[in-house]
């Protein structure tokens, strides 16, 4: 079993910025890959961004890219999202997610495999 710890969020003025952090612990051994998903009240859950180990590779949807930024820290247990430029259409509940196979959708369809969710944040934009 793996945990997953999100910080970072908050309320922010449309064009700030924002940045989520989130730490894997327990059982990583299988994880290859950690991303961002967000959600609102009564929709599905969104892939936001993604990033693998390995070839390092990131993906984003269309509506942050320029904007947001997926990096891995030292170890590839921890993940962070730059959301800079922020939008009112930004705001929504921000999850981290650990998986051994992590694929995005440039529209924020995603595939999963063997996926573990943190709590998530609140972030929004007004």
């Known amino acids: 079993h793996v945990q997953l710890v999100e910080s970072g969020g908050g309320s922010v003025q449309a064009g700030g910025s924002l940045r989520l952090s989130c730490i894997a612990s327990g059982n990583t051994r299988d994880i290859t890959c950690m991303g961002w998903f967000r959600q609102v009240s009564g929709a599905e859950r969104d892939g936001v961004a993604a990033v693998c180990t390995g070839d390092g590779g990131t993906s984003y949807i269309d509506s942050v890219k320029g904007r947001f930024t997926i990096s891995q820290g030292n170890t590839k247990n921890t993940v962070y999202l730059q959301m800079n430029s922020l939008k009112p259409e930004d705001t929504a509940m921000y999850s981290c997610?650990?998986?051994?196979?992590?694929?995005?959708?440039?529209?924020?369809?995603?595939?999963?495999?063997?996926?573990?969710w943190g709590q998530g944040t609140q972030v929004t934009v007004s």
């Open positions: 997610a650990a998986a051994e196979a992590l694929s995005i959708g440039v529209h924020g369809t995603w595939n999963a495999r063997n996926i573990n």
